[in-house]
């Protein structure tokens, strides 16, 4: 069987798109997975299911929570594999640095090399491009960064959702 991780985008952040986790955890049960776990208020999940593909999962949940909840929610999969090889892979992750400052850009798919950008005077900001995933160091906070808002889905060309390291590493030990 294997586990699943679904990062929602976008949702409980103010007021719009409220899902409360109670509801999420139904909703994935009723969609037949298994061993459903919710880890804070921001739209993380953990599941087990025997019969679809990462990308069909992420479909799936995408259009249940569009016809039962009526939010228009992206939902970005990664395999408990997958989400380890991006923990694995993170260079920035160095021992001191504060958790909620480092991030990670979880993309649905690998840009185009043309859409990803090429920062310069950004310092002390620090960033790194994966695979599927762009790692950055905000020293200074998100909402500071000059790194992030050059890392968007209009820029990048695929649906970008971010966790804090702290909240990777959080869902990495809720896999096991």
């Given at each position: 069987?294997?586990?699943y991780i679904a990062l929602l985008r976008g949702i409980n952040v103010g007021r719009n798109?409220?899902?409360?986790?109670?509801?999420?955890?139904?909703?994935?049960?009723?969609?037949?997975?298994?061993?459903?776990?919710?880890?804070?208020?921001?739209?993380?999940?953990?599941?087990?299911?025997?019969?679809?593909?990462?990308?069909?999962?992420?479909?799936?949940?995408?259009?249940?929570?569009?016809?039962?909840?009526?939010?228009?929610?992206?939902?970005?999969?990664?395999?408990?594999?997958?989400?380890?090889?991006?923990?694995?892979a993170n260079p920035l992750a160095a021992a001191g640095r504060d958790p909620s400052r480092?991030?990670?850009?979880?993309?649905?798919?690998?840009?185009?090399?043309?859409?990803?950008?090429?920062?310069?005077?950004?310092?002390?900001?620090?960033?790194?491009?994966?695979?599927?995933?762009?790692?950055?160091?905000?020293?200074?906070?998100?909402?500071?960064?000059?790194?992030?808002?050059?890392?968007?889905?209009?820029?990048?060309?695929?649906?970008?959702?971010a966790r804090n390291w702290r909240t990777v590493c959080k869902l990495a030990e809720l896999?096991?």
């Amino acid at each position: 069987m294997a586990t699943y991780i679904a990062l929602l985008r976008g949702i409980n952040v103010g007021r719009n798109k409220r899902i409360a986790m109670a509801r999420l955890r139904e909703l994935l049960t009723g969609l037949g997975y298994d061993d459903v776990r919710t880890l804070l208020q921001s739209g993380n999940a953990v599941f087990t299911s025997s019969r679809r593909s990462a990308e069909a999962v992420g479909a799936e949940i995408e259009r249940a929570i569009r016809s039962e909840l009526g939010l228009d929610v992206g939902v970005l999969i990664r395999t408990a594999a997958q989400l380890d090889a991006a923990v694995q892979a993170n260079p920035l992750a160095a021992a001191g640095r504060d958790p909620s400052r480092l991030v990670v850009l979880f993309l649905s798919d690998a840009p185009a090399k043309a859409a990803i950008p090429t920062p310069e005077d950004v310092e002390p900001e620090e960033w790194h491009i994966g695979q599927r995933e762009i790692y950055l160091w905000c020293p200074e906070g998100i909402l500071k960064s000059a790194l992030v808002p050059l890392f968007s889905d209009k820029q990048l060309g695929v649906q970008v959702t971010a966790r804090n390291w702290r909240t990777v590493c959080k869902l990495a030990e809720l896999v096991g």
